[in-house]
Nanobody, 121 residues
Framework: VQLQASGGGLVQAGGSLRLSCAAS????????MGWFRQAPGKEREFVAA????????YYADSVKGRFTISRDNAKNTMYLQMNSLKPEDTAVYYC???????????????WGQGTLVTVSS
C-alpha cells in the first residue's frame, strides 16, 4: 500500500486548505484512514480518522469544528478540509491507513510521506 499526501502550503491565519491522500497498491475501501501531524520539536499527534464506511469520524479536540475528514472510496482517496486555520496548526501532516477498526488501532500499518502546512499569523 502506498499513500501519497498532498495539498499542503502556506496560508494566513483564518484561511483554509484541503489535504488529499491518494492510495495505491490496493483498494482501501475497508480500511480505517487517518491524519496525523508533527510540529517542529513535538511528537506526532492524532488529528482525525474515518471508518471505512465513512459512517464514523473521530477528531482531536484541538481541531473539532474546524477540520472535516472525508473519503471517496471510488477514488481511493481521503481528504482533510481545514478551515479557520491557526498558527498552531503548522506542522507536517501525514496520512495513514489500517485494516482494523479505529478503536483497535494503536499504530497504523501504512503511512504516507508528509505534506507541510504553514499557517502565518
Amino acid at each position: 500500500v502506498q499513500l501519497q499526501a498532498s495539498g499542503g502550503g502556506l496560508v494566513q491565519a483564518g484561511g483554509s486548505l484541503r489535504l488529499s491522500c491518494a492510495a495505491s497498491g490496493r483498494t482501501l475501501s475497508t480500511y480505517t484512514m487517518g491524519w496525523f501531524r508533527q510540529a517542529p520539536g513535538k511528537e506526532r499527534e492524532f488529528v482525525a480518522a474515518i471508518s471505512w464506511r465513512a459512517g464514523s469520524t473521530y477528531y482531536a479536540d484541538s481541531v473539532k469544528g474546524r477540520f472535516t475528514i472525508s473519503r471517496d472510496n471510488a477514488k481511493n482517496t481521503m481528504y482533510l478540509q481545514m478551515n479557520s486555520l491557526k498558527p498552531e496548526d503548522t506542522a507536517v501532516y501525514y496520512c495513514a491507513a489500517d485494516p482494523r477498526n479505529h478503536n483497535l488501532i494503536n499504530n497504523y500499518a501504512y503511512w504516507g510521506q508528509g505534506t507541510l502546512v504553514t499557517v502565518s499569523s
